[in-house]
């Protein structure tokens, strides 16, 4: 089984930055395809970013350029650096993990999520 727990958030003004950890437990960090979403009351939970087994990455458009997703596979842990953080920001960041090899409707592992909020 694979565990996720998330770190990192808190409260910072706007044009700040952050960086969230995720911590990965169990077999197989480095071929899981790894990705940070969030999710705001009421909305639904966007995908941030992400990163697979190669090192390839993606990002939402809101989020490009400001953004960086990174992995330290000695560590089992898959980073989110926030730069230039906006009020928009503010959510609940979760990171997740999925298995590329296991079936379309498997949603893969959840953390239990981290706060960030941007506010002067």
């Known amino acids: 089984q694979v565990q996720l727990v998330e770190s990192g958030g808190g409260l910072v003004q706007p044009g700040g930055s952050l960086r969230l950890s995720c911590a990965f437990s169990?077999?197989?960090?480095?071929?899981?395809?790894m990705a940070w979403y969030r999710q705001t009351p009421g909305l639904q939970r966007e995908l941030v970013a992400l990163?697979?087994?190669?090192?390839?990455?993606n990002y939402a458009d809101s989020v490009r350029g400001r953004f960086t997703i990174s992995r330290d596979i000695a560590k089992n842990t898959v980073y989110l650096q926030m730069n230039s953080l906006k009020p928009e920001d503010t959510a609940v960041y979760l990171c997740?993990?999925?298995?590329?090899?296991?079936?379309?409707?498997?949603?893969?592992?959840w953390g239990q999520g981290t706060q960030v909020t941007v506010s002067s």
């Open positions: 997740n993990a999925r298995n590329p090899r296991a079936s379309r409707d498997d949603n893969g592992f």
């Open positions: 169990g077999i197989g960090f480095s071929i899981h395809i």
């Open positions: 990163i697979n087994a190669g090192g390839g990455t």
